[in-house]
T-cell receptor, first 112, second 113 residues
Framework: EPEVTQTPSHQVTQMGQEVILRCVPI?????FYWYRQILGQKVEFLVS????????KSEIFDDQFSVERPDGSNFTLKIRSTKLEDSAMYFC??????????FGPGTRLTVT | GENVEQHPSTLSVQEGDSAVIKCTYS??????FPWYKQELGKRPQLIID?????GEKKDQRIAVTLNKTAKHFSLHITETQPEDSAVYFC????????????FGTGTKLQVIP
């Protein structure tokens, strides 16, 4: 069964550095999402992406964040200048239609 | 924006008993209600979902009910097994699913053998 994949599984970075988190959605899916989960808390929506543009973004997704689909398979989340509070598990998700979002295994981001 | 409340935060049941998790939502425009199971350190896994045009959906030992008038929905797990132990999240989203899905705060279910 196809799955969403994410790399790296764990990223450690220093405050102020840029990080790029990578995702490969399921191949026939058209809708892409990023969520984050701070340890022990609920999953929070960051952004949705369709037809090569952002569909919706949350208040968390400020100017420090950006998303890109650089080619036909990858979907990336960039954080330009990381803060301590950006430490979280970041999940990519994709859906074929407008429902049934399937999540990747996550990237644990640790900002020191 | 949408706000999803989930209860209880923790739930312990004996193996074989039933477990019920309840959620309420605030936005009457929400029409899609998925449930996710998250094992420790793993990804959220979609286990069942329901759309507003039905009041109940069942898949083997799992069932969901939806009351749109009262804006609440529930997950029912029957004949619980130790492998059902996980954190369960409810969520709500608009009919245009490419928009965000808002998650509840999670229920940690422990099934005691």
């Amino acid at each position: 069964e196809p799955e969403v994949t994410q790399t790296p599984s764990h990223q450690v970075t220093q405050m102020g550095q840029e990080v790029i988190l990578r995702c490969v959605p399921i191949s026939n899916h058209l809708y892409f999402y990023w969520y984050r989960q701070i340890l022990g808390q609920k999953v929070e929506f960051l952004v949705s992406f369709y037809n090569n543009e952002i569909s919706e973004k949350s208040e968390i997704f400020d100017d420090q964040f950006s998303v890109e689909r650089p080619d036909g398979s990858n979907f990336t989340l960039k954080i330009r200048s990381t803060k301590l509070e950006d430490s979280a598990m970041y999940f990519c998700a994709s859906s074929e239609r407008r429902y049934e979002q399937y999540f990747g295994p996550g990237t644990r981001l640790t900002v020191t | 924006g949408e706000n999803v409340e989930q209860h209880p935060s923790t739930l312990s049941v004996q193996e074989g008993d039933s477990a019920v998790i309840k959620c309420t939502y605030s936005d009457s425009a929400s029409n899609y209600f998925p449930w996710y199971k998250q094992e420790l350190g793993k990804r959220p896994q979609l286990i069942i979902d329901i759309r507003s045009n039905v009041g109940e959906k069942k898949d083997q030992r799992i069932a969901v009910t939806l009351n749109k008038t009262a804006k609440h929905f529930s997950l029912h797990i029957t004949e619980t097994q130790p492998e059902d132990s996980a954190v369960y999240f409810c969520a709500a989203g608009p009919s245009g699913g490419y928009q965000k899905v808002t998650f509840g705060t999670g229920t940690k279910l422990q099934v005691i053998p």
